[in-house]
């Protein structure tokens, strides 16, 4: 489950239609999220305010294995539409497997004149702090849009000088987006590290389809609000395989204070049409009819991934897919070349949905209902599994009771007699505007 800090943070990127999908460092989201998701050890609590649009506050505490707890604020320069535990979209509290938006050029917000005169010159920002009890540590977080396609993030850790080891650092990065590009220059200070990173979208940018940001569509032509879209399906077909775009990238950094330096280089491969872009994007209908019946895409939702770093000898290839409505499956091989060890993993996630639900109705358009109020999430919650041949078996349960956002989850050593669970855990959270 996200934490609050990071549901706020998102939606705020989307406020200021930044798209951060478009980052070499989120290139294996998709796979990232069904077969390394978070197990929560232990008895967590969090509990999050909104008082306005502006401001929200957040109380954590973990009361198993060990008492310990947080206090975070909040502030952004616009108006975010946080809802309550019990309204929000459960899909936007989880990671999950998706077949993300084509990137487009990020656009700068609209223009407000007063009295011919622009006053609405100050840029966006996010300031984001988290004080740890009885620890003393502090993070910090800055981010600000600097223009349309350029935005700089500040991070900072600090722990009180009885720490030890200590973990105090500064790190300044800068984005820059344009859609068919993104690249990202970071520094670290604490081993004054540079780094710079890199992806690049092939293809020619098609006309947004009306697919679901799940990979469906309905099953009637043009929907109200989005005629005159070219549609993917009505491209001319390809004879057998999977009809796609390609994205490819790299990193490299360097270390002065360690004299080292890393390179790695990746590429990815996800199956045409692309999700339905936000709802800021393009017109929504108000008619919940012309949506509520949809069919299964053309060709099942898969990312492909593979990546590649030859300073350590480390190769990864992942392969995701949802195979039906509600079941996506994942596969990853870890290779190195240098040590000949490897790894094999394979997780699932499947989402659990209200029963009795109106006949017809596909909840995978949620997004589309949601925003416009016209139907109900009907989504519950989701499963997610994983095996490797570490032996280590995880699976977690992520659901909505009343107005609590519940995970609880358990990790497991299958070869081990004497203790086979390593870990169970339990965490509630609870955040209201």
């Not at 957040?58 to 294995?65: E, G, I, K, T, V």
């Not at 030890?164 to 300044?172: A, G, L």
């Not at 947004?208 to 009637?220: A, C, F, I």
């Not at 800021?280 to 895409?297: K, V, Y």
């Amino acid at each position: 489950m996200h934490p609050f800090a990071s549901y706020v943070l998102r939606a705020y990127y989307r406020a200021t239609g930044w798209n951060e999908d478009n980052l070499y460092s989120n290139l294996t989201r998709s796979s990232n999220a069904i077969l390394d998701f978070n197990v929560p050890r232990g008895l967590h609590f969090s509990v999050s305010k909104s008082p306005n649009a502006l401001f929200k506050t957040s109380y954590s505490m973990n009361a198993l294995p060990s008492l310990n707890g947080s206090v975070g604020y909040i502030f952004t320069s616009c108006d975010l539409d946080i809802k309550n535990s019990g309204e929000v979209r459960f899909k936007d509290m989880v990671d999950r497997f998706k077949v993300y938006d084509q990137p487009r050029r990020p656009e700068g917000k609209e223009e407000v004149w007063l009295a011919g005169e622009r006053v609405d010159t100050r840029a966006d920002y996010l300031l984001y702090g988290r004080f740890y009890l009885p620890a003393g540590r502090l993070d910090a977080l800055y981010s600000t849009r600097i223009s349309p396609t350029l935005q700089a993030l500040v991070a900072a850790i600090s722990d009180p000088p009885s720490a030890k080891p200590s973990n105090n650092n500064v790190m300044f990065s800068l984005q820059h987006d344009v859609g068919k590009w993104c690249t990202e220059y970071s520094w670290s200070a604490e081993d004054s590290m540079w780094g710079v990173r890199v992806l690049h979208n092939f293809g020619k940018r098609s006309s947004p389809s009306e697919y679901t940001e799940d990979g469906e569509r309905g099953q009637h032509g043009e929907q109200p609000g989005r005629k005159g879209l070219k549609r993917i399906d009505e491209e001319e077909a390809m004879e057998g395989g999977l009809k796609g775009r390609f994205s490819a990238g790299a990193e490299l950094y360097f270390s002065a204070k360690e004299k080292s330096a890393g390179v790695s280089t990746g590429i990815r491969f996800t199956t045409l049409p692309d999700a339905t872009p936000p709802s800021f994007q393009l017109p929504q209908s108000d008619s919940p009819s012309s949506s509520n019946i949809r069919a299964p895409p053309s060709q099942p939702p898969t990312t492909i991934t593979a990546l590649f770093n030859p300073m350590l000898g480390h190769m990864s290839g992942a392969y995701a897919a949802r195979v039906s409505r509600d079941l996506s499956l994942c596969s990853r091989f870890d290779f190195n070349v240098y040590s000949y060890e490897s790894e094999w993993t394979i997780g699932s996630e499947w989402w659990i949905r209200q029963s009795g639900r109106r006949d017809g109705y596909d909840s995978s358009s949620e997004h589309d209902a949601t925003a416009t109020g016209n139907y109900p999430d009907t989504v519950q919650g989701v499963v997610k599994a994983r095996a490797s041949t570490t032996t280590d078996v995880s699976l977690m349960w992520e659901g909505r009771i009343q107005n609590l956002l519940v995970s609880l989850g358990v990790v497991s050593n299958l070869s081990s007699r004497s203790k086979p669970i390593k870990s169970i855990g339990l965490e509630l959270s609870y955040f209201s505007s």
